[in-house]
Each structure stands twice: as structure tokens, then as C-alpha cells.
């Protein structure tokens, strides 16, 4: 018995230690407060597009799990907090669950994981303490269905109930959550799961006061005497996100859990914000997104486990227009409802990752609803002074059909707009044109008139 035991240990440990040696991925959040809620295939086709690999959903929706299929995209679904407490009180409501959730659409669509509620400790407090029961009773329908080790099932958690987390050498959880939290780590670690975390640095740097250096926050690059030091390790911090993740390993390791992988599964900056959010701005987004993403995906590792890089879920694919609270919690989104992005993030020599060095993926199109005058008038423009070639839009030219203004203005906006460098500036037209990442050859049916 003693060598069994010994044996499923030594198991557990490698398979761990694979887990948290796999190759860093960056994912996205996907929410769905919106009052125009793109449709589960337009969201699907975006994510194509932006090359993202890896998805949250916040809930189990059909649609979505469908369009999902047969795109090889690995999706992690959740249990939402209101369900939490049927499922956490009754096996059999797990087990449908799953049945309905799961089982019904894989492996066609590639679930790798479930996130049972969210920030529970923090958003629902009286459903903590069937947590746990939520999650063994999930995990054992999947065991049911042979899925236990496809599929692993997390609960994700908030940093704030992370105390004391700088220096993070002193971080620990608020011993009030430790009943729960306790055997929580324990099914993590039996299971070969991992803790899910949220990690916001904007709101760190929000609530301390000025403690924290904007910089600091962003992860932009700082001289070594302005880096925060751990004052027991000597270690340096150069950015927030890396002394979160280390404070995470370090309060795991006071309840002696010290091979539990983290996965970050939200981080991200909001771009515009209410007066009192100065720093809630389009270049702040930019900057921590972009230094997020390549901070991830170079490998870096944080300080206490260099070289280990902790998989993150950016938050959030969309701006979410009818998100309650401040203008803020609209704005945390790469792209608005019709897939433009928000801002252009800087990851240049990251691969291919989020496409969304989308300087390299954006159109200029022809403005929905816009006056057919106007657009007649702006294609008039591009076509004469603006010397763009519109001899392939004449009648038998490989660009005639569609034969109306918009298909033709669009033609005449995007050859523009790629000769001139795809600044934003070339894609205006007195208002009439729109840069968008949705290629216009998928809806124009005329791939070859439009420029690579």
C-alpha cells in the first residue's frame, strides 16, 4: 500500500509539473452585457480572425458552444454564480449539468475546463460553503463520463482576498476563507487542477492611494532603484501583475500547497473611465495589454518561479455597454459590438497571437447606414483626386458585382487606406468609412479586389 501510495504521488507530481511547464497561452473573456450582442458565429469569426486560441465563457450558452465546434479554439465554460447553489446541494443537478454542458458537445467543441462560479468568497458569500461540494459534484459527473482528465474544474478567485500580499514573500488568504479554501487547494492538488486567480493591477494601483506607481502597474520598464523589493527574499518586482502571482504561490504555500498551478483567468486595463478614473485611458489599455501579452507569452516567469509564464485571460473580448456601476466597467474590452478594435494593441514580434497587432488586420470600409450621397461623393474622391485605380469596378471588370455604392466606396476606401499605411487618418471620408477587422472580401465575395 505504502509503494501504491508513494507511486500516485509521484504521478500526481509529474503530471503538475507538466501542467505548469506547458507552453503560456494568452486567452480572452468573452461577456455578454451588450445591447447588440454580436451572434455566436460573428464572435466565432472574429476570434478566427484575431487568431485567439483560447476563450472564457461566463456561463454554458448553447449558441456559442456550438459555433465553438470544430475550431479546435479550447474553451473554458462556468457554472454562473446563480446556479451555484442548486448544484453545490444536489449531485444529480451537477450530473445534468454536465450532461447538458459537456457531454452533449464534446469533443466537437475542445472544453478543457470549467470555472465553478466566480469570485464566490467575494460576490456570493453565502454560497461558499457548498462551494467545494459544487466542484467535487461537477468533477465527479466528468469522472462518470470518463472526462476527469480532458477537463479540469477551478473556481476562480479574487487577488483582494489575498492579505498583506506585499512584501509577497508575507502574502496569505483571510484565514476567515480557510474552511473552505482549505479543502478547496486539496481537491486542486489531487485532482492535477489548477488555482484560477483574478489579477487586476488597475485597481491595486487605484486604491493605494499613490503608494503605487502608475508605471509600476503598466509594466513598463523601471530603473532598479525604483523596482519594489521583497524585503525577506531581496527579490525585485519590476510590475504588480508578477508580485500578485508570486504573493498567489506564497499564500498557497502557507496552507502547504506548493505544486497547485496558477492560471490567471482575468486581467486587464479599462480605456475610458468616469473623472475620478483619470488613468482609465485608450493608451493605458494599450500599454498594459500589450506588455501583458508579451510578458506572458516570452516565458519570463515572475521572480519566485522564473521561466514558469502563468497562462492569462485578458478581460474582456467586448466593451459591455450595459455593465451596471461605473463608465469604466463598460470599457474593458479589445473590440466594441461590431468588431472594430478599441485601440491597436503594440505586439509586434509576439507571433500571431491576438492577430491583433491588428495594424496588420484592419479594412476601411464603406460606414453602415451612411448616406448614399456621401458615399457616392467619397468614392467619387477616392477614384480621382484620391488616385485610386477603380478601372477593375467598371461594368465586366472583376470588381463590378456587387454593383452598388457601397461595395464600390469600399473598394475605393480600402485600396486607399492600405497605399497610404493604414494610418486611421486614411480611412475618414468625411465620416463615411469605418476601419474594421472583418475582412470585406467574406461578405463582398471578391477576394481578389481587395489588397492582402
Known amino acids: 500500500m505504502g509503494v501504491l501510495i508513494l507511486l500516485l504521488h509521484l504521478v500526481l507530481a509529474v503530471s503538475q ?21 454580436p451572434h455566436p458565429t460573428q464572435v466565432v469569426a472574429l476570434l478566427k480572425a484575431q487568431q485567439i486560441r483560447h476563450v472564457r465563457l461566463y456561463n454554458a450558452d448553447q449558441g456559442m458552444l456550438i459555433a465553438l465546434a470544430n475550431t479546435g479554439i479550447r474553451v473554458m465554460v462556468s457554472v454562473p454564480n ?30 478543457t475546463a470549467i ?15 457548498v462551494l467545494v461540494n459544487a466542484i467535487k459534484f461537477i468533477h465527479s459527473a466528468l469522472v462518470a463520463s470518463n472526462l476527469d ?56 494601483y487605484m486604491q493605494s492611494n499613490g503608494v503605487i506607481p502608475l508605471d509600476y502597474a503598466l509594466f513598463k520598464p523601471l530603473a ?16 504588480v501583475f508578477d508580485a500578485m502571482v508570486d504573493a498567489t504561490y506564497f499564500a498557497m504555500a ?58 492569462t485571460y485578458v478581460y474582456e473580448l467586448y466593451n459591455e455597454d450595459m455593465k451596471p456601476g461605473p463608465i469604466s466597467e463598460k470599457n474593458w474590452g479589445l473590440f466594441d459590438a461590431n468588431g472594430d478594435p478599441v485601440y491597436i494593441l503594440h505586439l509586434t514580434g509576439s507571433g500571431s497571437l491576438l492577430a491583433n497587432d491588428t495594424t496588420n488586420q484592419t479594412y476601411c470600409t464603406a460606414k453602415a447606414g451612411a448616406d448614399p450621397k456621401m458615399l457616392q461623393a467619397a468614392l467619387d474622391w477616392a477614384c480621382g483626386p484620391g488616385k485610386v485605380d477603380c478601372s477593375p469596378l467598371l461594368q465586366g471588370k472583376p470588381c ?27 480611412c475618414n471620408f468625411n465620416g463615411v468609412a469605418d476601419i474594421t477587422t472583418t475582412d470585406p472580401s467574406n461578405t463582398l465575395k471578391s477576394c481578389a479586389c481587395f489588397p492582402p
Request: hydrophobic residues 35%.
Open 17 to 37: 509539473a507538466a501542467a505548469a511547464d506547458e507552453d503560456p497561452y494568452i486567452g480572452v473573456n468573452i461577456g455578454t452585457d451588450l445591447s447588440d450582442m
Open 82 to 111: 446563480e446556479q451555484l447553489l442548486g448544484i453545490g446541494q444536489s449531485n444529480s443537478t451537477a450530473a445534468n449539468w454536465v450532461s447538458r454542458n459537456i457531454v452533449a458537445h464534446y469533443p466537437a467543441t475542445n472544453i
Open 115 to 129: 470555472c465553478v462560479g466566480s469570485e464566490v468568497f467575494n460576490t456570493l458569500p453565502n454560497a461558499a460553503p
Open 149 to 204: 482528465d480532458q477537463i479540469k474544474v477551478s473556481s476562480p478567485i479574487s487577488s483582494s482576498i489575498i492579505l498583506d500580499s506585499f512584501p509577497p514573500s508575507q502574502a496569505f488568504f483571510n484565514r476567515s476563507w480557510n474552511p473552505v479554501l482549505v479543502p478547496m487547494l486539496n481537491f486542486l492538488q489531487s485532482s492535477g487542477s489548477f488555482l484560477t486567480i483574478n489579477i487586476y493591477p488597475y485597481y491595486d
Open 224 to 239: 532598479p532603484n525604483k523596482e519594489a523589493v521583497d524585503a525577506n527574499t531581496l527579490v525585485h518586482y519590476s510590475n
Open 254 to 311: 502557507f496552507l502547504n500547497f506548493t505544486n497547485i498551478p496558477v492560471i490567471v483567468t482575468e486581467s486587464g486595463w479599462p480605456s475610458k473611465g468616469d473623472s475620478n478614473e483619470p488613468d482609465a485611458t485608450i493608451e493605458n489599455a494599450n500599454t498594459y495589454n500589450s506588455n501583458l501579452i508579451r510578458h506572458v507569452m516570452n516565458k519570463t516567469g515572475t521572480p519566485k518561479r522564473p521561466g514558469i509564464a502563468v497562462s
Open 400 to 426: 463590378y458585382e456587387p454593383d452598388n455604392v457601397i461595395a464600390h466606396a469600399t473598394y475605393a476606401f480600402d485600396t486607399y487606406y492600405h497605399r497610404m499605411g493604414k494610418t486611421p487618418d486614411a
